[in-house]
């Protein structure tokens, strides 16, 4: 009864659980590498994994607001519910928890700061700042064809730099080379999640990459950002950055096949299940990844 409340609850809707581990994946691949370099620390592993959750709920729950407000979300929405839209929860509580969030993640953020000073800081600060622009503001990040780019950067090099850093309290090349697979995956997500909104997204005039591309270019764009990091696998083996265990990635390769299906036969609401398949493969690879850099 309990858990059957907590899927239906309007808040659970709000926060969309299934897109967390794009938020989880390359915290576990920072910590990998810190941890393969002798700097693990768990103290800011675990606050930075808690400080991504943070950032990733907001931005949902900015992503709802804002979209509301902005007109771009409608009665014919293909993706799942928007509470903000839909009525279930008024639009003031969710920017309130919005703040909420974003105010949580900044309180944690203190404690990395301690802990990693200036550079934690800047960091920080964009983070927050992104997860407002993204849907917000006077140019809303997804609304302009940016919002795969900044899924890249934010979920690849930044997150997984900044997990490094705050536990080893240097940079190197390894992490940020081991963050470029992981972060292509999370922009795939993005990416399924605009080619599945085209449609209604061209009505309401938002100008995502998939509305700029189309759906052709827009599919093949998106197969290239889930087939390229199981390409990258012999080259960071080769150069040192991966050891031969982090092979075990290849595990997943069989999860790709129906959703490069689904991207170039299917549209609409049944998207939405491609969706969760791609966070899925993105955590399950980031995971069987982050082993080859211990």
């Known amino acids: 009864m309990t858990r059957r409340y907590l899927t239906s609850s309007p808040w659970f809707l709000a926060i969309r659980p299934k897109t967390l581990p794009a938020s989880a994946a390359p915290v576990i691949v920072g910590t990998a590498c810190a941890l393969g370099d002798k700097g693990f620390a768990l103290l800011p592993a675990l606050a930075a994994l808690v ?48 703040v909420g969030c974003l105010v949580l993640a900044a309180m944690v953020g203190l404690y990395l700061i301690k802990i990693g000073g200036l550079p934690i800081g800047i960091i920080g600060g964009l983070c927050i ?56 995956l999370v922009a795939a997500i993005m990416n399924v999640n605009n080619i599945r909104d085209i449609a209604t997204d061209t009505v309401a005039g938002k100008r995502s990459l998939a509305v700029r591309l189309g759906r052709g270019k827009s599919s093949v764009v998106c197969g290239l950002l889930i087939l390229i990091p199981f390409f990258c696998l012999p080259l960071l083996h080769l150069t040192g950055i991966m050891g031969v265990t982090g092979y075990l990635a290849l595990a997943t390769a069989p999860l790709t096949h129906p959703i490069i299906h689904a991207l170039f036969h299917e549209t609409g609401t049944p998207l939405n299940d491609t969706l969760a398949k791609t966070a899925r493969l993105s955590v399950l690879f980031g995971l069987l990844f982050a082993i080859g850099l211990l």
């Open 51 to 98: 400080g991504a959750l943070l950032l990733q709920v907001a931005v949902n729950l900015a992503n709802d607001y804002f979209d509301h407000k902005n007109g771009i979300d409608s009665e014919h929405r293909q993706g799942p519910i928007r509470v903000t839209q839909s009525g279930l929860i008024a639009p003031r509580r969710v920017l309130f928890a919005m």
């Open 129 to 184: 700042v992104s997860a407002l622009a993204y849907s917000g503001g006077p140019y809303p990040i997804a609304s302009h064809g940016l919002g795969e780019i900044f899924a890249f950067l934010f979920f690849g090099p930044v997150a997984v730099c900044g997990t490094y850093y705050v536990q080893t309290l240097h940079l190197g090349v390894r992490p940020l080379i081991a963050s470029i697979p992981v972060g292509l």
